[in-house]
């Protein structure tokens, strides 16, 4: 039976007071977000901000140099990162670093844990910047950070009850494969009064993310349902979810029966022979994020 809207609300509710540990990003970050969708804000006002943080600055400038934004020569300030990047992606960037420190925790069960759920959740984002330059969206930024984010909603469950999390998730019955009997979506019903898209999209609000970071995290398996403005990058989460699902141990629990929706395919311009291709492509994408993670 699905959750009432007024269940849902309540259950989201009560989640978020109680996870004050997740439901706040570090300050500088918020700061950033503020300074970026502020259009008088100049890259000078990001610079000062984000040069009070060296943490922050060392992994901006990681990303600046890494084969992702394919730039010219080793870039060696910040000042020059803003400049080549542009405020927006320098925005995504210190939302990604805050995000990592969130997908933290041990394995819950056989079938889940933080750790894996974090690897989903990258596997998606690379999968979302591949689909956007494969149509020429332009919004590669924006899609990888969707994807990044897309899944939030099950880490606020997790912290915020485990054990009903666990309860969730072995409701679903998941194979030694992870291949679920039963989908997520209607288990975290069952258990929490809401699903994890539910939670995700009330975080983002909390955390005042621009609108299609949370239409991202609160409608990626029915993305036809999201506002127009948002459908075409939720459509692309939507795709890069299940084809991340696809990959060997790639987190399914909330896919047990992985398919396209054929509305957002056709909204999209794609077809099985362009996902065929970014399906190769992906898992060679992903060996080479792992390798520059490692190397970091």
Not at 30 to 53: C, G, M
Not at 117 to 142: P, R
Not at 220 to 240: C, F, L, T, Y
Request: proline share 3%.
């Amino acid at each position: 039976m699905s959750a009432t809207d007024q269940q849902r609300e309540s259950a989201v509710e009560n989640a978020l007071k109680e996870i004050s540990h997740i439901a706040t990003l570090p300050e500088v970050t918020l700061r950033i977000i503020e300074l970026v969708e502020d259009p008088s804000s100049t890259a000078q006002d990001l610079h000062e901000v984000i040069s009070n943080d060296p943490a922050l600055s060392t992994r901006i400038l990681k990303v600046v140099n890494s084969s992702f934004y394919g730039l010219p020569g080793q870039i060696a300030s910040i000042n020059r990162a803003i400049v080549m990047l542009g405020l927006n992606a320098v925005k995504n960037i210190a939302i990604a670093a805050s995000l990592a420190k969130l997908f933290r925790g041990g394995e819950l069960t056989p079938f889940f844990s933080a750790k894996d759920l974090w690897e989903h959740s990258n596997a998606t984002a690379i999968a979302c910047k591949l689909i956007s330059d494969k149509l020429g969206m332009g919004l590669a930024d924006e899609a990888y950070l969707a994807g990044l984010i897309h899944d939030i909603g099950i880490m606020v469950e997790m912290q915020y009850d485990r054990t009903d999390l666990i309860d969730a998730i072995d409701r679903c019955e998941p194979n030694i494969d992870g291949v679920p009997k039963r989908n997520l979506i209607e288990t975290e019903e069952e258990v929490f009064g809401a699903n994890h898209m539910d939670f995700g999209l009330g975080l983002c609000k909390k955390w005042k993310f621009p609108h299609h970071f949370g239409a991202a995290a609160g409608y990626h398996h029915r993305p036809m349902e999201a506002a127009q403005e948002s459908q075409k990058i939720v459509g692309v989460v939507h795709v890069a979810d299940i084809m991340a699902s696809r990959i060997e141990y790639g987190f399914k629990l909330d896919l047990p029966n992985a398919q396209i929706q054929k509305e957002v395919m056709e909204m999209l311009g794609l077809t099985n022979e362009i996902i065929e291709d970014l399906q190769e492509r992906l898992v060679e994408a992903i060996e080479e994020h792992n390798e520059q993670a490692d190397a970091a």
